[in-house]
Each structure stands twice: as structure tokens, then as C-alpha cells.
């Protein structure tokens, strides 16, 4: 886990330098910002499918218990199949999509917001990245089952590095002509995902995985694959649909709602990528192999560390983060084209996304029983209900939160989600009890508020001291307060665990003394 959350970690500060590269550029309020992350939304809710979601959750225990049985040669031939099953179904998609949304452009009115008829233009152009970005989730998934966890957390790197690259070149090419600027942006990220793939492709031949075009509907592995696989198409893309939903509502409110949901929830997922999908990464295979061996026990252990770990680096996240949310923002984002409207907005959406950040963590492991036992159908009833729920909740919600609405109910149905899991999961594997899980929980959770209202009074004291300095040091100030205040706010919650004797601390410890 210690080597996925490090590199993971590598990759979403790169992520980061994007975000705060783009807010330089464009902003958080201009149309072509709204434009590109509606457009975005469509091949990264594919990339969730088909890549590293519904098709790596099928596709990763089954390919493991090869391994384990079969040996290579056969799981080779099994990982050819279902490659070239996923390729066909990415054809369809893209070409599905960018039909529509050319159909859509040509029968837009005259007064359609030049927002909406930006997004139809430039999603035909953005839509090939899902199919090399899903590509490469798939290679992962082989080198992930070898235990090659390196170089599949370290590609989104590259894609990252395109990007910024390519926003600097804008700033001294096409600074004026936002469409230009769009369309070579859009571009950049086809060829990020085309070097991402290469990438996996060429470590996953250096471990005897050579992949051909090999599309057999025959062979036993991969009915078992289709079969386990469409439920979970269906749960990820009602999820999927949720996240799109809170951009087209977000379109519909303006481009600044878009921009906030954009960054804000990025940096959320800063956490969430680090922690909650780097051990839901690492456990997915260990909890197949032990289904497999039916070492009920060792799943039991699993799921229980795997939850405690994530919240115990989630929570405090969230209350630090939500105590310095406006300072952290400013910090990160206030420049350039991102001005102070934005801030505040970003800001507003931050600390309602707050609210289910160790939610989101925590789903990515609440899941993977089910998976590992190559259940796909149970995650598909309870995302069928949040879907549900958060429909109803986005269209009460944003009429009183504007965009927080959409954020509030998506940590609401997160919470939702993740209860709901574990007590099917509870049924389903007698051995588990959540009583560790709830009592690091509530333990951890007091100990990160404690630590969340410190920085929050660390950091309006030092706001206070430095109130006279003059303008042109506000980056000085917020670095200051962010700084100050999160440090004392880390410092009193490891001291509260310490003191209360939490194993979550001594146990990273040892893990990363034996790395």
C-alpha cells in the first residue's frame, strides 16, 4: 500500500500543478473552463467503466485466480480476450457519444449558451482519450495481479506533464484566442492518454504479457467475465451518471458552479486517490487470493486494517482541510484569471465535499469483498438506491446551496453507500463484525475534530497578526496561516492517538520500516 499511496501521491500532486496551471490560464468563472470539464466528464466516466472500475473489479479476480491455477501462459490468453472484448465496447462508446453530441450541436438553437455549444464541439475531439486512457487501466490491471504496482500508479504523471506543458505553451501562442487555446488543450490530453498506454504496454511485454487482438466468446474465463462484469457496468455507471449529472446541473447554473465543482472536488480527491484508491488497489488482489484459498480470515483481517488505515488518514484530512478551506484555496488557485468571486465559490462547494471525503475513501474498499467473491450484482442494487437518492437530493438541495447542494448530496449518498456495503458485506461474510471499524471510527473522528478546530484557531490567529500587512503579500499570509495552522492541527491529533493509544500509527510505522 506504502508504494501505491507514494506514487499515488507523486501523481496527484502533478495533478494538482494542472489544476492550479489551468485556474492561472482560465480561471473558474469563463465558459471555456465550463466547456472543458463538462466535455471531460464524459471519456473520465468511461475511463471509471471500462478502466480502472466496473471492468478492472471483474476482471482482476479472475485473472488472479488464473495466475494462482492455470499458471501464465493460460491467464495470458485470458487477458488477451478480455482486452480485446473491452477495446470493441470502447469503439462503440466513443463512436456513440461523439455522434450524439455532433447531433446535438447541428440541432442546438441560435441562443444556446455559447457554454453548451462549446462542450457538444469539443466532446467528439476529447472522446478517443477514453479509449487509450481504459487501455491502460486494463494493462495495469495485468501488471497489478504481478504485483507491479509501480509504474501504474506513476502514469497519470504523464499525463499531467502534457498538460502543463501544453498551458504554457498557450500562454505564449494563443492567449487570445480562447477556441485555439480549447482545441489544443483538448488534443493534449489524446496524446497524454496515447503515452500513458505505450507506457503500461511496454512494462507489461517486459513481463511476458505480449497482447493480440484475440476477441473469443467462447472460452469459459471470459462468459464468466461478461457475466460478473454488466452488473458492475451498471453500478459504476450509475455512479458515473451522478457525477455527470452534477456537471450538466453545474452547466445549467453557470460556469462558475462548474469551475467550483471542478476544483473543489479535486482537491478532495487529492486524499481520496492517495489513500482510498491506492488500498483499495492493493487489497483487491490479496482479498481474490484469499477467496480464492477460501482464507476466510485473512479476508476479515484485511478489510478491517484496510478501513481502519483510511480513516485514520481521512478524517483528519477533511477537518484540517475544511478549517483552512478558504486560505487553502486562495493559496493554491488566487491568481492569474482565478479571482476572488471564484474563491469564495470554490470555497462554498470545498467544505460540503468535505462532509464525505472518508466516505469516498472508504467505498473504495467497502467494495472489494463483493468483488473479490466476484459479486458485481449487490453493489449494483445499493448504487441503484444512491442514484435514487441523489437525484432527489441534487434537485432540493441546489435550490437553496446552488452548487454546495450538489456536493452535499453527494457526500450524503457516499455515507449512504458505504453503510449500506458494509452491512451486506456483514451478512455475507459471517466472521466480519464492525466493531473495530466503529470504534476507530468514532475515536478517530473526535480526535479529528479536536485537531480541525485547533488549525482553525491557529490559522484566524495568525490571520488577525498579519490583517495590516499590504496586498501583495497575500500569498505570504495564506501560506502562513496554512502552514501554521495545519501543522498544530496534525501535531494535536497524532498526540490525541498517541494518548489514546490508536494502533493505526504504530502500524504505518512498521509497514514503512519494512519498505
Known sequence: MLTVSSMTFCSRIFGLLRDIAMAWYWGGTVDTQAAFQVAFAFPNSLRTLFGEGAFNQAFVPILAESLEKQGRKEAWLLAERAISLQLVALLVCVLAVSGISVGCLVLSPPDTASRVRMTFLILPVLMPYALFICLTGAFSSVLNCLKKFLLPALTPVLFNVVQIGSILLLSLLWYHDEFAALLFFSLSAILAGLLQLLAVMVAARRQGF??????????????????????????????????????????????????????????????????????????????????????????????????????????????????????????????????????????????????????????????????????????????????????????????????????????????????????????????????????????????????????????????????????????????????????????????????????????????????
Open 210 to 515: 505480449v497482447f493480440h487482438f484475440n476477441l473469443s466468446w467462447n472460452c469459459p474465463e471470459v462468459k464468466l467475465l461478461c457475466i460478473n462484469i454488466l452488473p458492475g457496468l451498471v453500478g459504476a455507471g450509475v455512479m458515473q451518471l451522478n457525477s455527470l449529472v452534477d456537471r450538466i446541473l453545474g452547466l445549467w447554473l453557470g460556469s462558475a458552479a462548474v469551475g467550483a465543482l471542478n476544483y473543489s472536488q479535486h482537491l478532495v480527491y487529492l486524499p481520496v486517490g492517495i489513500f482510498g484508491v491506492a488500498m483499495g488497489v492493493v487489497c483487491l488482489p490479496s482479498m481474490s487470493r484469499a477467496w480464492a484459498l477460501r482464507q476466510e480470515e485473512e479476508m476479515v483481517s484485511s478489510i478491517n486494517y484496510a478501513l481502519r488505515i483510511v480513516l485514520f488518514l481521512s478524517l483528519p484530512c477533511a477537518t484540517l482541510l475544511g478549517a483552512l478551506s478558504t486560505e487553502t484555496i486562495s493559496l493554491l488557485f488566487a491568481r492569474g484569471a482565478f479571482t476572488a468571486e471564484a474563491v469564495r465559490e470554490c470555497s462554498w462547494t470545498l467544505n460540503f465535499y468535505l462532509i464525505g471525503l472518508p466516505a469516498f475513501c472508504c467505498a473504495k474498499v467497502a467494495t472489494n469483498p463483493f468483488h473479490a467473491r466476484k459479486d458485481t450484482r449487490t453493489p449494483v442494487k445499493i448504487a441503484l438506491i444512491c442514484l435514487v437518492l441523489n437525484l432527489i437530493l441534487n434537485l432540493i438541495l441546489m435550490q437553496f446551496l446552488r452548487q454546495g447542494g450538489l456536493a452535499l448530496s453527494t457526500s450524503i449518498c457516499s455515507w449512504i453507500n458505504v453503510a449500506l456495503l458494509l452491512s451486506w458485506n456483514r451478512r455475507l461474510l459471517p466472521a466480519w463484525k464492525p466493531d473495530p471499524v466503529l470504534k476507530a471510527a468514532f475515536g478517530l473522528g473526535g480526535m479529528a475534530l479536536a485537531a480541525g478546530l485547533v488549525a482553525w484557531l491557529t490559522g484566524y490567529a495568525l490571520q488577525k497578526s498579519m490583517e495590516n500587512l499590504p496586498g501583495f503579500l497575500d500569498v505570504l499570509k495564506n501560506l502562513l496561516c496554512v502552514a501554521g495552522g495545519g501543522l498544530t492541527g496534525a501535531v494535536t491529533y497524532l498526540l490525541a492517538t498517541r494518548l489514546a493509544a490508536r494502533p493505526e500509527l504504530s502500524e504505518l510505522l512498521q509497514a514503512l520500516r519494512k519498505r
